[in-house]
């Protein structure tokens, strides 16, 4: 199968970095969301990053990268995409309703695939017309700056697909693993309890916000401490792995610190709102605990 052009549903953080990585590879990219400001802001984001990369000599040709970017808020530009990949908000009813209009639109030969991070991809892949053509294709954040890409084969994913998804990733310049279909695959199986085990030590006294984080940044060589980690990558999106966990592996291990549901109750999600478990409105961030 010969990918020339790639579709992305959703313009936040992930789909904005996943059209970034696939533009400088040399595929066409059409980057969708129906929120015409976040749109904007993505593909303005895209530019500046890759403007950036190529007075640093990471990136040969920016301009001719941001050139292979289209972009809009409906459907009719995923017609000629031989593999979408859908990056909307972590939310099942949401990427339900993504996965009906996709498969109204691509072509049946098209490959979709998700970029959830906890979300079964068998359950999802239920929801189309082509189970046999649908993975998951986790991607890390941020995309431009992470290897890996773990890939998820649902129970009816076609092996020749998944093949072509894997060099197609590895064309991307990514390094693929393959996870099997269970609740948070790889990575987040091992990274959201270790989080959520640090909010537990806070939320019990053991430590302050400063303590365990720079705890395990000496004491284990973390680039980041887990609560600065919980924050980059939003609390909300921590509790909501950690809900898959404990319901998918019915194990009390997984239940989320009542610490981190509080916090996102209260709109505290970290960076992207400015505050979590660090304040962010000033120069440098400080602990809220």
């Not at 040709?61 to 289209?70: Q, S």
């Not at 009719?76 to 009906?100: N, P, Y």
């Not at 959830?116 to 986790?138: I, K």
Request: glycine residues 10%; charged residues 25%; hydrophobic residues 40%.
């Amino acid at each position: 199968m010969d990918i020339r052009k790639v579709g992305i549903v959703g313009a936040g953080q992930m789909g904005v970095g996943i059209a970034e990585v696939c533009a400088v590879a040399g595929f066409d990219v059409y980057l969708m969301d129906v929120d015409a400001e976040i749109l904007a802001r993505g593909v303005a984001h895209i530019a500046a990053e890759l403007r950036d990369a190529a007075s640093k000599g990471r990136v040969s040709d920016a301009e001719a990268a941001v050139a292979r970017i289209t972009s809009g808020g409906d459907y009719e530009g995923f017609r000629d995409c031989q593999i979408v990949i859908e990056a909307a908000v972590e939310d099942a009813d949401v990427k339900r309703e993504v996965l009906g209009k996709l498969c109204e639109v691509v072509p049946d030969n098209t490959v979709i695939t998700t970029n959830t991070s906890s979300f079964p991809v068998t359950r999802l892949a239920a929801q189309t017309d082509r189970p046999e053509r649908f993975l998951g294709t986790h991607f890390m954040n941020p995309v431009p700056k992470m290897e890996l890409v773990e890939l998820i084969r649902g129970i009816a994913t076609d092996e020749a697909i998944f093949r072509t998804v894997n060099e197609f990733a590895v064309k991307l310049g990514k390094t693929p693993v393959s996870a099997e279909d269970f609740p948070a695959f790889v990575v987040n199986r091992i990274l959201m309890p270790m989080i959520n085990e640090a909010i537990y030590t806070l939320y019990e006294g053991v430590g302050s916000v400063d303590s365990i984080d720079t705890a395990m940044k000496l004491g284990t060589h973390h680039p980041m401490g887990p609560l600065e980690l919980a924050d980059f990558i939003g609390l909300d999106t921590c509790l909501g792995v950690m809900h898959t966990l404990h319901e998918g592996l019915a194990d009390t291990k997984y239940r989320p610190c009542p610490l981190l549901v509080k916090y996102v109750e209260a709109g505290w999600l970290g960076r992207k709102t400015g505050r979590g478990f660090y304040d962010y409105s000033g120069d440098e961030p400080v602990p809220t605990r």
